[in-house]
């Protein structure tokens, strides 16, 4: 069964730090772009970052750059977010899925919730 | 940024009926690199259709997608109980990727 698992979600404080991970399994993990998306009631759905293959492209959504890092280990077919100098605003669903069809997206994981509060 | 507007907000319909949601982008999707999908209450989204009108696997076929350029659609032929859901639109082809804010399908 192709699916993904996040982990590492949680309660942080405004100016902390989180790293995420999402266990794949499956599908050759190295052979596809990943993606991180996130789900807030405020902002709805919005896609976090992009990494291909071996890692060598990534996009970031503008208000995450400079503060959040995509990265992936091919060899543990896992991805992995980063996330630095976290804001109120961060606070979300982050799911993490595979990229198909150039762009599209599936299966997504079941999501790990991240509080960023005081 | 691509804007994608989803109308309506909201349907109420019954089991058995058709429904047509529409997806608006605020510039020509490249490639018609659109795709649709359905996230139900507590859980994750699931990817129905992509590049505008190619259903992902295991989707049934009262599931299409249609349109081009700023216009597209996804219409349900005949709602089955587990078909009450969010739906939403994204857009790959220019970037950002960006998704549309959603329409719920409930039960009339």
């Known amino acids: 069964e192709v699916q993904v698992v996040e982990s590492g979600g949680g309660l942080v404080q405004p100016g902390g730090s989180l790293r995420l991970s999402c266990a794949a399994s499956g599908f050759p993990f190295s052979n596809y772009w990943m993606t991180w998306i996130r789900q807030s009631s405020g902002k709805g759905l919005e896609r976090v970052a992009n990494?291909?293959?071996?890692?060598?492209?990534?996009n970031y959504l503008d208000s995450v750059k400079g503060r959040f890092t995509i990265s992936r280990d091919n060899a543990k077919n896992s991805l992995y977010l980063q996330m630095n100098s976290l804001k109120p605003e961060d606070t979300a669903i982050y799911y993490c899925?595979?990229?198909?069809?150039?762009?599209?997206?599936?299966?997504w994981g079941q999501g790990t919730l991240v509080t960023v509060s005081s | 940024e691509t804007l994608l507007t989803q109308s309506p907000g909201t349907l109420s319909l019954s089991p058995g009926e058709g429904v047509t949601l529409s997806c608006r982008a605020s510039q020509r999707v490249s490639s018609n690199s659109l795709a649709w999908y359905q996230q139900r209450p507590g859980q994750a989204p699931r990817l129905l259709i992509y590049g505008a009108s190619t259903r992902a696997t295991d989707i049934p076929d009262r599931f299409g997608g249609s349109g081009s350029g700023t216009d597209f659609t996804l219409t349900i032929s005949r709602l089955e109980p587990e078909d009450f859901a969010v739906y939403y639109c994204q857009q790959y082809g220019n970037s950002p990727w960006t998704f549309g804010q959603g329409t719920k399908v409930e039960i009339k």
């Open positions: 899925a595979r990229v198909i069809f150039m762009g599209a997206m599936g299966p």
């Open positions: 990494i291909n293959q071996d890692g060598s492209e990534i």
